[in-house]
């Protein structure tokens, strides 16, 4: 699961230059490099922060900002070894042990980042944003608990730190405790309306288990537009993911395809994530009748998955099933519920036991489909969809009370709720007199 976390501006330059009785060259090379590092020209920063070195050996704040500016053109082992030497020089300040921790973490040594952020802490300096740096820091190496008391505590000190209501949100939704999560989220968005990874965050959490998709949509789509791109790639196409995902399970499968699309093309997954994208798309397109993009789609999902649940269920309703190659369609099943059943026993669904019964009707057989979908029923009585089948069938072979009684069922289960009014033509054919 991708969550956005955020670090508030740490990167420290340091105060109350010491003078060393020879430091005074050293004190004007370090202020003339300071004066690029805040105009962000790090290289000219780095070659002046270095003559102020030279100058003076244990000029503690040019090693420390001299780290800075390399941090900043992204050699993070160099800007190590400056920090490791303002540390050295003076073990009393606080500003080279924050930036170090910075480093660790980027690097993953989130131990040793720990260790500094709480060495930090231990001299003295309890504030804000350390606080929210050191519940990142926690999150990271699964101690959640920790990561959310360093968070609130941080929300304590300044109840406008928007990262930190952001931060703790992933916390709680990591915990599945995701009424807090909406709370926070809603806060940092309060704070800050331009804060792009809690709009993200929120979107996700709508998405799945709320499934408020309209809302969940204008959060992702929200996130995207605030600047989202300029963060992380990957996380943006977790965003376009969600998006199409929404609009999916909304049946709206035309506006669902460009997002499953954007998503797919941005290479930023694993193969089995991608797997599942193009089950989706390739479900969409299969909505829509494009029945060889759903087969080019379906075919991909094998290719990297021979084991994906759901792809041959959807290849036999969606495209042998809409072609009338019912055996076709009947053999997926079968091998779909064969599968499941190799994986875990309990994974055998209703529905497709449902669905098998249906071919067989379709392709002639309406005895076997009728047992089918009877076994179907006795797995899952609150299918409707079930019933709307069984009450076809029964038709069929001339049970009409039967299917009048199935297909009333159907209705008071909510199929037309949601599935639209098909089932009304079937309970008229099946209870007129």
Not at 343 to 369: E, F, T
Request: glycine share 6%; charged share 25%; hydrophobic share 35%.
């Amino acid at each position: 699961m991708r969550n956005l976390l955020f670090c508030l501006v740490t990167i420290v330059i340091s105060s109350n230059f010491l003078f060393s009785q020879d430091s005074l060259k050293s004190f004007k090379y370090d202020q003339k490099a300071r004066a690029f590092l805040l105009k962000k020209e790090y290289a000219e920063s780095v070659k002046w922060y270095k003559k102020a070195i030279k100058k003076d050996s244990n000029n503690y704040s040019a090693f420390n900002e001299l780290g800075v500016a390399i941090y900043r053109l992204g050699d993070l082992k160099e800007a190590l070894n400056c920090y490791n030497r303002a540390i050295k020089i003076a073990p009393e300040r606080v500003a080279a042990f924050e930036n170090r921790g910075n480093v660790y973490s980027d690097l993953g040594e989130h131990e040793k980042a720990l260790d500094d952020l709480n060495s930090v802490i231990n001299l003295g300096q309890v504030s804000s944003h350390i606080l929210n740096n050191r519940g990142r820091v926690r999150n990271e190496i699964g101690d959640s608990d920790g990561a959310i008391i360093d968070y609130t505590r941080a929300i304590e000190l300044n109840n406008n730190n928007a990262a930190s209501y952001n931060n703790r949100g992933v916390c709680y939704m990591e915990q599945e405790k995701n009424e807090q999560a909406i709370n926070d989220y809603l806060m940092a968005i309060k704070i800050d309306s331009t804060y792009a990874a809690a709009y993200y965050n929120l979107g996700k959490l709508l998405v799945k288990p709320f499934k408020k998709y309209d809302e969940a949509i204008f959060n992702l789509k929200k996130s995207i537009a605030l600047g989202l791109s300029t963060l992380n790639l990957d996380i943006v196409a977790d965003a376009y993911y969600n998006i199409g995902h929404s609009y999916y399970f909304k049946r709206d499968f035309k506006r669902s395809i460009p997002y499953y699309t954007k998503a797919i093309e941005s290479n930023a997954f694993s193969d089995s994530v991608k797997a599942g994208m193009l089950f989706g798309r390739g479900s969409a397109y299969g909505y829509l009748g494009k029945l060889n993009y759903a087969m080019n789609d379906f075919e991909v999902v094998l290719a990297i998955d021979s084991t994906f649940i759901g792809v041959r269920t959807n290849r036999a309703l969606l495209i042998y099933d809409i072609r009338g190659e019912y055996a076709n369609a009947i053999k997926e099943m079968e091998d779909e519920i064969r599968l499941r059943s190799l994986l875990d026993s309990n994974q055998v669904s209703p529905y497709d036991i449902n669905n098998l019964g249906y071919l067989y009707h379709k392709n002639g057989n309406s005895m076997k489909g009728m047992e089918l979908v009877h076994k179907s029923i006795s797995m899952d009585s609150s299918n409707s969809y079930a019933y709307r089948n069984l009450s076809e069938i029964l038709i069929n072979l001339k049970k009409k009370e039967e299917a009048c009684e199935a297909a009333n069922k159907a209705i008071e289960l909510g199929f037309q709720v949601r599935y639209g009014d098909e089932i009304l033509e079937i309970q008229q054919e099946a209870c007129k007199e």
